[in-house]
């Protein structure tokens, strides 16, 4: 399944995250701090989704209320319940 969501609230515009069997397949996030989101990609593929959610959701960012992790933890939940 393949799912994108616009992010609200970071630097990076969108996530779009592909799961098949609720496993995290491939993540591309457009925008953002080149480096965290090459290595946030890397930490997740493969990950169970369900895990990957658990472990970034509520993430902040300094002074903001969300986070690029934040914003793929929504992506992926998201696509989980679709």
Known sequence: MEYTRKNEGVCSRSTKVI???GIVKDVEIVGGCNGNIKGLIALVKGMNAQEAVERMQGITCGF??????DQLALAIKEAIAQ
């Open 19 to 21: 799961i098949e069997d």
């Open 64 to 69: 903001k209320s969300t986070s690029c992790p």
